[in-house]
């Protein structure tokens, strides 16, 4: 018999085992439901959010004492149309009021200072937008000698129009807004996938060392038919389940989309398949190889620190890169094998790489790949018939086989 | 012809294998016997590759054994394990499969397997729902599928009820008649003895008794157990081949060598009174292994009727 022919028997059983797993038909049907409803959800809201629009409310404030005409103007401008005001007697009903949440913000010394609660989150403003800056421009004009008509007219000018002029790698915010969702969404989805599948790998190579079935088939398989076996077959049903949920979505956004469709969709689709591709071949042999020192899951999690703590640096590292796409940390990450499988698609999705650099981190990766994987298979051999206590890396790497 | 020459093996300060050397030819059964410890499981560890050896050789007719070798070898492990989480019948195909065997081929071996092991209606269950003892069946099934030429079983018997230790014992000799080489590990002598043509008893390490059970047993000390209408001076009846191991008024019990002659003693006592009992019982298994191993510490020299009679042969 081949080694060929062995290692897609053992490929072959793996697929089998885990696709036909309620777990596993069950997550892969409820993530793409989910992504799906997700891709559906710009088009539902956006026919929607104009009709909302028509009429703002308008914004209760309140009032302690006189307030100078020119700060009306401006509370005006700013929020749209008119506030309704209510009247407070001092600044503890003010507070009584701001605390009640029936006012939004409570004007006092006559527009001279502004009374608001404050923000729940960090992003949040304790006032609306520009209320503040408004209304002190609308009492600089009047100390200047602008007639008080005037006022809302001036201040209600609508902003000047900025025409987005394409240079280089901007391109405008819509599309920008739309690449970055993809990119985003991308290498999350990545992410999730590489980790779900290491899992696997996990706890299938301690699954055949701990309940020591590995001592009937490494007489008729040779150690590395066995992980190689494993990882293809894994990496099989990985690429398959990432396709699976995927498509729904691509498939929603192609029919709601419309003009409104992020750009460059079918691209990065592509471009997170092959990375989940070349990042599973880079991760997947040192995770067998990791596991195999291991009997129990519950010792796993030491032996594969260092595995995971690669990939969530290596995940986090796209964060930055999807910020700054086109900046001295992406062109340097690209060209890492462990960051490039993030990101190179968050790239490819934001911005127009060039192929060679997506060409040459992809050979970079598959390059350490097999290395990182030969390595591994040492590991493995050394390891995998070696039950009980976690193996000593040194140990494994010195194969003496127990 | 499996021959195992002069393994080693040593585990930090544990000598586990120590010169560890015998053979089991094509079409037989052999017992491998042995106080735990003694080595067994590392030796047939080594036979499957499974263990490395430190020095020695095991060969399968004359050539080192590989991977081709283990792939027609039919392995128990001590240590059973099966994937939890497969059916049986798959289970079986799969191990069939990756042994070299078609997918329609191991299809069918397995059906005929469960068949025999009366497992059919568990073809399709999962493996960790099953009884423990049905596992072990399932193990044995796992060993056989591939129909191999030489069959390493580690204590193939223990947890086995009578019935399936007869079917168990039924299907390891249909294997030797095809014409397998057949060795398994054993507590159970007197099973050995009815089941194996040929042992061979391992302690620390080494074979020190080995070769067919009948001849063994003839070579071994026989006891002779004589009974006498008067009392007898049995002490002047002893000789060096027929040392007096117990004696009462009117009976006593000798051990005698392979060559010692019978007669003489039945004479001696004939010169006085007459014979009312004779029996002459050659060694158990158990006892020779017991002798083998150097611990009769286990169950000192007892009575002659400890181990004679029913299967005493003249």
């Not at chain 1, 002029?165 to 992410?191: C, K, M, N």
């Not at chain 2, 002659?304 to 003249?314: D, I, M, Y």
């Amino acid at each position: 018999m081949t080694p060929a022919r062995t290692v897609l028997l053992v490929a072959g059983r793996e697929v089998r085992q885990r696709v036909r797993t309620r777990a596993f038909q069950v997550t892969t049907v409820l993530f793409a439901a989910v992504l799906a409803v997700i891709a559906a959800a710009p088009a539902v809201f956006a026919d929607r959010a104009p009709a909302e629009e028509v009429a703002p409310e308008p914004t209760s404030v309140g009032v302690v004492g006189e307030v100078d005409e020119s700060a009306l103007a401006g509370l005006t401008a700013a929020l749209g149309v008119p506030p309704e005001l209510e009247e407070l007697a001092d600044r503890d009903a003010a507070r009584a009021a701001l605390e009640r949440g029936s006012v939004a913000l409570v004007v006092v010394d006559g527009g001279a200072r502004l009374l608001a609660a404050g923000a729940a989150g960090p992003f949040g403003s304790p006032v609306p937008p520009g209320v503040s800056e408004t209304i002190a421009l609308a009492r600089s004009l009047e100390e200047v000698g602008a007639p008080p008509d005037a006022l809302t007219t001036v201040l209600g000018t609508p902003p000047v129009p900025v025409e987005v002029v394409i240079t280089g790698s901007g391109v405008d915010p819509v599309t920008a807004e739309g690449r970055f969702a993809v990119a985003y969404a991308g290498s999350l989805v990545l992410y999730f996938v590489l980790v779900f599948f290491a899992n696997l790998i996990v706890t299938g190579v301690i699954e055949e060392k701990g309940s020591r079935v590995v001592e009937l088939l490494l007489p008729a398989v040779a150690p590395r038919q066995l992980m190689g076996g494993k990882v293809l077959g894994l990496g099989t049903v990985g690429t398959l389940q990432a396709a699976a949920m995927l498509t729904p979505a691509l498939i929603v956004l192609q029919v709601t989309g419309g003009d409104r469709l992020p750009p460059r969709l079918g691209t990065s689709f592509a471009a997170v398949l092959i990375a989940f591709v070349l990042g599973y071949g880079l991760y997947a042999g040192v995770t067998a190889g990791l596991a195999a020192l291991v009997s129990r899951v519950e010792d796993s999690q030491v032996a594969l620190f260092p595995l995971y703590a690669i990939l969530v640096a290596a995940f986090a590292t796209s964060f930055p890169v999807l910020h700054a796409p086109d900046g001295t940390l992406a062109k340097v990450v690209t060209f890492v094998p462990f960051t490039a499988p993030f990101v190179v698609p968050a790239r490819i999705a934001l911005i127009d790489l060039p192929l060679w650099q997506a060409g040459v981190a992809a050979i970079g990766v598959v390059v350490t790949g097999v290395l990182l994987t030969l390595l591994a298979a040492r590991l493995y051999e050394g390891s995998i018939l070696r039950a009980g206590a976690r193996v000593r890396l040194r140990d494994a790497w010195r194969g003496a086989r127990e | 012809m499996l021959e195992l020459d002069r393994l080693h093996r040593r585990f930090g300060d544990v000598l586990a294998l120590d010169g560890l050397s015998f053979s089991v030819a094509r079409g037989e059964l052999c017992g491998f016997l042995g106080p735990n410890g003694a080595g067994k499981t590392t030796a047939m560890r080594a036979v499957l590759g499974v263990t490395r050896l430190d020095d020695g050789e095991v060969r399968w007719d004359g050539q080192p054994v590989d991977r081709a070798v283990r792939r027609r070898t039919g392995y128990l492990p001590e240590e059973r394990g099966l994937y939890p989480k497969m059916r049986v019948t798959e289970h079986l195909v799969y191990l069939g499969r990756l042994h070299g065997l078609t997918a329609a081929d191991a299809e069918q071996r397995s059906q005929r397997l469960l068949d025999e092991l009366g497992l059919s209606d568990r073809a399709g269950t999962e493996i960790e729902s099953l009884s423990l003892g049905n596992q072990q069946r399932v193990q044995l099934a796992a060993a056989l599928v591939h129909d191999p030429d030489l069959l390493v079983l580690d204590e193939p018997f223990s947890g086995l009820d009578p019935i399936a230790v007869d079917t168990m014992s039924a299907m390891l000799r249909e294997r030797a008649a095809a014409g397998a080489a057949v060795v398994f590990s054993s507590h159970q002598l007197d099973l050995v003895e009815d089941l194996c043509r040929t042992v061979a008893v391992a302690a620390a390490g080494r074979v020190v008794l080995s070769g067919e059970v009948d001849a063994l047993r003839a070579a071994g000390e026989r006891r002779l157990h004589v009974g006498a209408a008067m009392p007898v001076d049995w002490r002047s009846l002893a000789a060096d081949d027929a040392l007096l191991a117990h004696a009462s008024d009117h009976e006593a019990t000798f051990v005698l060598t392979p060559d010692a002659d019978p007669v003489g003693v039945l004479d001696g006592v004939r010169r006085t009174t007459s014979v009312t009992a004779v029996s002459l019982t050659r060694p158990r298994l158990s006892e020779l292994f017991r002798d083998a191993v150097g611990s009769h510490r286990l169950d000192p020299p007892s009575g002659p009727t400890a181990a004679s009679s029913e299967r005493g042969a003249p």
